[in-house]
């Protein structure tokens, strides 16, 4: 049966970064490439979004926005009826995505010196926003255990210098897939609360969890940390819509609520009409059953690719719980990097994010994104084939 997800939908001269910007920075040409790189997906949003973009248009004035209480309410329904998550209304700020969200953090939470700290290897915005505020990354690296990623407290407790203000958290994790289990969490609570440390959780990955995978939202874990913790969510990559730059930052506690509010005023920030209508239309039970598609789709994708990728000697992709970015572990092949990428790029003809972008962790692996038609998925695996196919 065919899926509305294996349309190939031409993406190329339409100002899109991943695949107008491939060769640039990969060397790999769009008429011959593919690009597997930055996380959007080549899929169209559902029809819920569409219509909702065709009515603004329809209507034809783009003025001001002057009333967020369907956003939010949408908001509210999605994180209740997906996550179990009650949000007050008076929580929600409307940020021009994540990492602009990620930014006010920092400027409102932390001074220029401080440190903020990163669970290393993990989604490299965080760290280029943290070192272009003037504050220092400190990189706390996870540690590799079965095959999976997982946090050494003692050691992150032995690196803290007392400098540190802030931790970014990615729950899930990007690049491992890691949907970190309710202990896990409780971890990094009591890790921020040992450090007196603001806590900020991105799960903007949340909704993409592979079957039999549960996220539990940061705010769920310990009552006590509201005080400290911010909460960042996203209908943009759930719905692929990152283009309308809207993200959510959610803070509880009306003390650090007010310092983030102080901030957005100095910003002179409000939201994109275009983001908060998509969002509203996408937060729905129309929403809801296109995301139950996407997953399945996507963990056909994982499986697809994984088969393929695990069947070169040397080569591994991480199990992955969550979001639809494999992470693959070309480490025993024994190749430098340089070669690793120029098999990649130049034999296979794949865009892929070069593993040490990540941070400390990411020598020797490749960040590739399978959420593309099938079509395309077996064909990266065929080409990756090929490229080390010395090694069969």
């Not at 029809?47 to 309410?73: F, T, W």
């Not at 340089?338 to 400390?360: C, M, S, W, Y």
Request: proline content about 4%.
């Amino acid at each position: 049966m065919t899926s509305r997800f294996d349309e190939i939908i031409d993406r190329v001269g339409t100002a899109c970064a991943k695949w107008d910007k491939m060769e640039a920075l990969y060397g790999v040409s769009p008429q011959e490439g593919l690009s597997m790189w930055v996380a959007d997906m080549d899929f169209r949003p559902p029809a819920v979004v569409q219509k909702a973009v065709e009515d603004m248009a329809a209507h034809g004035v783009y003025g001001y926005l002057g009333d967020e209480s369907a956003y939010r309410a949408a908001i509210q329904w999605w994180m209740k009826n997906r996550h179990g998550w009650d949000v007050p209304a008076d929580a929600i700020f409307s940020t021009h995505g994540l990492v602009n969200g990620t930014s006010m953090c920092l400027h409102s939470f932390t001074q220029p010196g401080d440190g903020v700290i990163l669970f290393t290897p993990v989604y490299h915005a965080f760290a280029r926003v943290i070192k272009a505020s003037g504050r220092e990354v400190v990189e706390c690296p996870l540690a590799m255990v079965d095959g999976k990623y997982q946090m050494d407290f003692d050691a992150y407790d032995a690196q803290m210098t007392g400098n540190e203000k802030m931790v970014i958290l990615c729950s899930p994790h990007n690049p491992g897939g890691r949907v970190w289990t309710r202990e896990e969490l409780q971890g990094v609570a009591d890790f921020a609360k040992r450090h007196d440390l603001i806590l900020v959780s991105d799960e903007i990955h949340h909704d993409l969890l592979m079957p039999g995978q549960t996220h539990t939202v940061m705010s769920l874990v310990d009552p006590s940390i509201s005080d400290r913790l911010v909460m960042m969510t996203a209908a943009t990559k759930t719905f692929n819509i990152a283009g309308s730059h809207v993200g959510n930052v959610i803070i509880e506690d009306e003390a650090l609520r007010a310092k983030f509010a102080g901030q957005m005023a100095a910003m002179g920030m409000s939201p994109n009409s275009f983001g908060v209508f998509m969002t509203t239309a996408a937060y729905s039970p129309e929403g809801a059953a296109w995301v139950d598609e996407l997953v399945t789709y996507l963990d056909g994708n994982r499986q697809v690719f994984d088969e393929a990728v695990n069947s070169i000697p040397g080569v591994t992709s991480m199990p992955m719980e969550s979001t639809y970015l494999a992470w693959v572990d070309f480490r025993d092949t024994g190749m430098s990097a340089e070669e690793i990428n120029k098999r990649v790029q130049d034999g296979a003809k794949i865009a892929a994010n070069h593993g040490p972008t990540f941070g400390l962790g990411g020598e020797g692996f490749m960040r590739f994104n399978f959420a593309t038609p099938r079509s395309r998925v077996i064909e990266a695996g065929e080409r990756l084939k090929a490229a080390f196919a010395d090694l069969q």
